[in-house]
Each structure stands twice: as C-alpha cells, then as structure tokens.
C-alpha cells in the first residue's frame, strides 16, 4: 500500500488539530455536559409545562414554579441533616477530649519547631482545601445559573426550539427528529414517575424502620435516602451509613438491628421494587442499569453515575424508535 503525498499531509494535519485541541478538550466536556443537562431537563420539563399552558399557566411559570420547590426541597434537606452532623461532630469532639491527654503526652516530647512545622502545614493544607472548595462552588453556582437559563429558553420558547431543529436537521429529517423528541421526553417522564415511586418506598421504608428502632433523626434519614436514590443504590448505601451513625448514639444492639433491617430494605428494592417500576416505565434490564452505572462511575464519577439512568433511558428509547426502519429496510429493498 502506498501513501501519497496528501495523505501524509492530511495526517500531519490531523495531529497539529489533535495537539491545538487537547488542551480544550475540559472546557469541550464542561459545555457538553451543561447541553446534555439543559436538553434533559427541558425534555423532562416540557410535557408538565404543556399540560398546564393547555390550562391556561404558561410555561415559564410552570418552570419556575418547579425550580423553586427543588430548591426548597434541597433547603429543608440541608436543614434537617444539620442536627445529625452536628451530633457527631460533638461526639467526635468528645472522643478527642477523652484522648486530649495522650495526644498531649506524646506531642510532648516532640521539638516546638517540629510542632510549628507541622501546625503550619496543617493550616496551609486547610486554607488550600477551603479554597479550592469556595472555587467549585463558584463554578457550581455560576453553571446552575446558565442552566436555568438554557432551561428556560429551551422548554418556554417555541421559536427557541423551531431554529434549533431548522439550523442543526436537514428538512425532510426534522419530522422524525420531532417524533423523536416527543418519544424521549414522554420516555424520561415515565422514568422520573417510577424514579419517584423508588424513592417513595425508600423514604417510607426507612422511616418506619428507624422510627421502630428508636433511631435518631428517623425522618431526616429517610428523606436524604429517598431523595439520593435517584442515584440507583446510591440512597440505600447513604441511608445505611447514616442509620448506622446515629443508631451509634443509642446502642450496639440497635446498631445490629440496624443492619439487618438496612439489608433488608436495600435487598427487597433491588431484586423487586426496582425492577418492578423500571420494567413498568421503561422496560430496562435490570443488568444494563448496573452495567450503566459502572461504566457511568469509571467515566466521570458521581455527575456521570447521576445521569446514568436518564442516559440508558434515552438509548433505549432511541433503539425501540428507529428499530422499526431497519425492520422495513429489507421489504421496501424487496420491493
């Protein structure tokens, strides 16, 4: 085989674009993920705002109106996991005082420059962490605000969506992408239904448990594992650690109970409420679910495991979608 002149041309080329464009290639992610999120909301937002502009609530109201109880939800969530840090917090705080003397005993015989060094090092790793942590929320902040901003424009602007579809689908294509769209926005509102059911369950299920038990901060618990799990298993796991933690204030007895009952609740979800609800909604396996969220987790980890399911959701639309013109494809060739 031999390669031309242009050939090597056209890969010498290839490189220097691979080279000029790797350094974007974070900020490339950073916009996809912001699209990707802005189109699944919008899609998931939008047949609830048709419904009530058919009642005479426009959609931005409509949009607005969800956005605020998201945030109230997650304010009152931080609200009622405040107590529960705090109690561990005191309770570490006592488990140091106990120890106070040893650690004094033994930083004793340590030189006061060695104690400086290690202070200093200790408070610059802490000012580092601290800043670090104020940047990312900033940049959480500031990429919710350009969210809620696509979101709007997406779900509230019929022109918005009509030059979208016209700039980026040629003409005898964007009745089926329209069809498409249409398919996958009622397909990922059939998810967050049995999405909400799971998280129902858990929600009810920890909180009657823990409440049993005499487990402290039962339904803040509750409420953080039920919301959590739309993350799959991600809820349980969470409900679990923090029924265990506070379950440690009262016993070792209820602590025991705790697991055994935990087990319980996570076991029953996964081998029947789960697939129970999916299968209604979306007819997903199970295995590919689980495959999902590994994949997902190895990819990005936990915003990537957060979008796991709605992704699967999308490609298993998708396939049952077009499936039916490869189907036809060989009859009309017949013909």
């Known amino acids: 085989m031999q390669i031309t002149g242009r ?3 056209a890969l010498f080329g290839l490189g220097v674009a691979l080279m000029l464009v790797e350094p974007l290639l974070p900020v490339v992610s950073s916009v996809a993920i912001l699209l990707f999120l802005a189109a699944l909301l919008s899609l998931l937002l939008y047949p609830l705002a048709e419904q009530f502009e058919q009642r005479g609530i426009r959609s931005g109201f409509t949009v607005a109106g969800v956005l605020v109880l998201v945030a109230i939800v997650f304010l009152l969530l931080a609200l009622q996991v405040l107590p529960l840090f705090a109690t561990t917090i005191d309770g570490l705080a006592r488990l140091v005082a106990t120890l ?5 005993s033994a930083l004793s015989g340590l030189p006061s420059a060695e104690l ?3 202070a200093g090092g200790l408070l610059g790793n802490l000012a580092e962490g601290f800043a670090g942590l104020a940047g990312q929320i900033g940049a959480m902040v500031w990429m919710l605000f350009i969210l809620i901003v696509l979101v709007f424009g997406l779900v509230t602007n019929d022109a918005v969506r009509t030059w979208l579809l016209r700039f980026f689908v040629p003409t005898r294509y964007q009745a089926r992408v329209a069809a498409l769209t249409r398919a996958l926005s009622a397909g990922l509102t059939r998810w967050f239904g049995a999405q909400l059911a799971i998280s129902g369950y858990y929600i009810v299920a920890y909180a009657a448990v823990n409440m049993v038990l005499g487990v402290p901060f039962a339904i803040p618990i509750a409420v953080i594992a039920g919301l959590l799990e739309f993350i ?3 809820g349980g796991v969470v409900g679990l650690v923090l029924s265990v933690l506070a379950a440690a204030t009262v016993s070792n007895t209820v602590v025991l ?4 009952t935990n ?3 996570g076991s029953v979800c996964v081998y029947f409420v789960s697939p129970f609800f999916y299968s209604r909604a979306i007819n997903v396996p199970v295995s590919a679910i689980l495959f999902g969220l590994f994949a997902g987790g190895q990819l990005g ?3 990537a495991a957060l979008l796991t399911i709605p992704v699967v959701t999308i490609i298993t639309i998708l396939i049952r979608e077009l499936r039916p013109l490869s189907d036809e494809a060989p009859d009309e060739a017949v013909s």
């Open 232 to 234: 799959p298993y991600l």
């Open 100 to 104: 106070g003397p040893r650690l004094e």
């Open 257 to 260: 109970w705790v697991l055994i």
């Open 263 to 265: 087990v319980i609740i």
């Open 116 to 118: 400086l060094n290690l």
């Open 301 to 303: 980890g936990f915003f």
């Open 7 to 9: 050939t090597w041309l």
